[in-house]
């Protein structure tokens, strides 16, 4: 059955899950692109895949829901769409286990969330912890970045007095100006890479437990980088 009305609960299920507030209370989320939409069916947990009319024949084990490619069109938030989609369960956090963990402390571009999400499967950091005030990992413009490494790696949000617990465990390092240069520091243990907000860096609070300070030395009249450029850069320099 292709659906065509904007009254099914389908539809409206799924238009809702473009609010966090949604996503949060049915822990789920909706991701969009062929691509996307089969990295999930490889690596998370896929409630059910929409799809616009003209992918009615796409063969799969789980619940199809068919949409006219009119009211596809209204579902996604592409600007190009293949008229792939699906909705998700979100994963359940687990304990830390990762010699190397990056620490997110309020990025709040979706953007730069994505591609630093990418950045962390190709460098070995597989537990990312998260504080408040940093932007939803499930926006659509973040899971579009992450190109299917959101699902394989495990998030953790953390309050200031749980990440100090960490300490005795963790080598807490962190991006900032007047730090060592990052290609003449070795760290040998178990570390937390501190990663602060675009515009006013660290909080004081993640500052206050960092042990060493890391820059990246750079040429000409530039002052900083992208938060994901400079993230991605720091976790090859110390995976």
Do not use: H, W
């Not at 490889?42 to 009615?56: G, K, M, P, Q």
């Not at 790696?153 to 953390?158: E, H, K, P, S």
């Not at 609070?205 to 990246?216: A, G, P, Q």
């Amino acid at each position: 059955m292709v659906i065509s009305s904007t009254d099914n609960q389908k539809y409206k299920f799924i238009s809702k899950l473009k609010q966090k507030k949604f996503r949060d209370k049915e822990n789920t989320f909706i991701i969009e692109s062929k691509k996307l939409v089969e990295e999930a069916l490889s690596s998370a947990d896929v409630d059910f895949i929409f799809l616009s009319e003209d992918n009615i024949d796409y063969k799969t084990d789980k619940q199809k829901v068919i949409f006219s490619n009119a009211l596809f069109e209204k579902l996604t938030g592409m600007v190009s769409t293949d008229g792939f989609g699906a909705v998700v369960k979100k994963k359940e956090s687990k304990p830390l286990s990762s010699a190397r963990v990056l620490l997110l402390d309020q990025i709040n571009d979706p953007g730069n969330m994505g591609t630093i999400i990418r950045s962390c499967e190709a460098f070995g950091y597989n537990d990312v912890i998260l504080t408040s005030g940093t932007v939803d990992i499930y926006n659509e413009k973040t899971l579009r970045a992450s190109m299917g490494s959101i699902f394989r790696l495990n998030f953790i949000y953390m309050s200031y007095e749980e990440i100090k617990t960490l300490k005795n465990s963790y080598k807490m390092v962190a991006a900032d100006m007047s730090g060592y240069d990052i290609n003449e520091c070795e760290i040998n243990e178990d570390l937390i890479l501190a990663i602060g907000n675009e515009a006013n860096g660290l909080s004081d609070d993640i500052r206050s437990l960092t042990d060493t300070f890391v820059k990246i030395p750079m040429q000409g009249q530039i002052e900083s980088l992208n938060a994901a450029i400079a993230a991605s850069i720091i976790m090859n320099k110390l995976s």
